[in-house]
């Protein structure tokens, strides 16, 4: 892979992962449709042999994904953010231990916890933005005798708690252990996990990476070589694989992610300011808000503070429910990362934390324009209020 770290992250998005420039190469990679190769005699590591353990169709992507993560190795595409997930929590050795945040991803939570049901691994749940509770979690599994796994979300989900990333991963290296950080909601335009001393970095590229909610894909990546060959095993033995059309489709979305994320941030803190104080509106959760419990945080170690704003309107369960369906430019759906604007009451999923308030509307904001946006919330959220009456 060619050397791009020169380069500013929005151009490497838009450079990375292109065909050699020899004359009549195509700009843009192919796609190549094919379970097989032709192959003779032994084959040598990195040769392509049968599509499940290699297809040059994702190298583009995780090559410009890599290079967008400065990870030295290529990103190893996934079926799904699950599926790199579960690759990742696979290097938890039996009878481990896993210190994970009580908000993160619910579906990551339950990997986690099927971990302890079937491999003994035991899993501590913590507040990640607690910074000392995280790091007694991790001392006390060291002092139990094991090199913990610490998971990590920042900004959680959906919660939006920030993690301490560089103390933490000090204090995880300290105790003989692992950090995987999930960089879904942050993108690697916002955070670098690997450079703030994250070892692993997985992602659900089906959210700001693909950027159009029309591909379900995962990725991780390491600059660690024993570990990505683990990792590499564990994706041609589970065989949770990218398809290509997928791969195709989220490397022509990441070609425009620097745009949209800069657009949807703008329109994130244009809604934040807004919904502070709202008359219909009982809190608003935003890391780029002064009041946000983790703002300077997240100012100091993120470029940006993501697109995803929490919000409880007035009227409880009912007027957050009815919201969702008074809403007529917000799409009420879950998942995030998309150039349109969702909403979703979190709860109403069985998986989600307990502790996530019943009435909290997770806001993934879109690139449309802030105006637009704001006139049709504030019409829901009147519909909303009247059920606090
Ligand atoms: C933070 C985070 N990580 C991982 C995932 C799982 O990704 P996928 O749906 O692509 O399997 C999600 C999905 O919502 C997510 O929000």
């Known amino acids: 892979m060619s050397d791009l ?8 998005a838009v450079t990375a992962g292109r065909p050699p420039r020899t004359e ?27 599509a499940r353990a290699g297809t040059e169709t994702w190298l583009p992507l995780e090559q410009a994904l890599a290079a967008l993560e400065r990870a030295e190795l290529p990103a190893l595409a996934f079926a799904s953010g699950m599926g790199a997930i579960s690759a990742a929590l696979d290097l938890v050795p039996a009878g481990g231990e896993v210190v994970i945040p009580r908000h993160s991803y619910h579906a990551s939570l339950v990997a986690a916890r099927h971990l302890a049901e079937r491999s003994g691994v035991t899993v501590t749940e913590v507040d990640i933005a607690e910074t000392e509770q995280v790091t007694a979690a991790l001392t006390s599994s060291a002092q139990r005798g094991h090199a913990p ?25 300290a105790a003989g252990g692992l950090v995987i950080a999930d960089n879904t909601f942050a993108t690697p335009l916002g955070q670098r996990p690997l450079e703030l001393g994250a070892d692993v970095v997985v992602h659900s590229v089906t959210k700001y990476l693909a950027g159009h909610s029309d591909v379900v894909l995962g990725a991780v990546l390491t600059n660690d070589s024993s570990l990505h060959q683990h990792l590499h095993t564990r994706r041609s033995i589970g065989g949770a694989i990218a398809g290509p059309w997928e791969a195709w489709l989220a490397l022509r979305g990441m070609r425009t992610l620097s745009l949209r994320v800069q657009r949807a941030q703008q329109n994130a803190a244009a809604l934040a300011a807004h919904l502070s104080g709202h008359p219909h509106v009982v809190a608003v ?15 100091d170690q993120m470029n940006g503070f993501g697109s995803i704003l929490t919000l409880r309107p007035l009227g409880g369960v009912a007027g957050a429910d009815a919201l969702t369906r008074a809403v007529q430019l917000w799409l009420p759906a879950t998942s995030l990362g998309g150039v349109e604007s969702l909403l979703e009451r979190r709860r109403r999923l069985a998986a989600e934390a307990p502790t996530v308030p019943e009435d909290l509307l997770r806001l993934s904001v879109g690139i449309e324009d802030a105006d637009d946006l704001i006139a049709d919330l504030d019409r829901a959220l009147a519909v909303a209020a009247e059920y606090a009456r």
């Open 5 to 12: 770290s020169h380069l500013h992250p929005d151009t490497t």
């Open 149 to 173: 796994v610490l998971w990590v979300e920042s900004p959680t989900n959906p919660m939006l708690e920030v993690a301490d990333l560089p103390v933490l991963a000090e204090a995880t290296h």
């Open 24 to 50: 009549q190469t195509p700009v843009n990679a192919p796609v190549v449709l094919s379970s097989t190769y032709y192959s003779t005699g032994v084959p040598e590591a990195g040769d392509l042999v049968y």
């Open 285 to 299: 959760g935003y890391p780029g808000l002064p009041d946000h419990p983790q703002h300077q945080r997240a100012a």
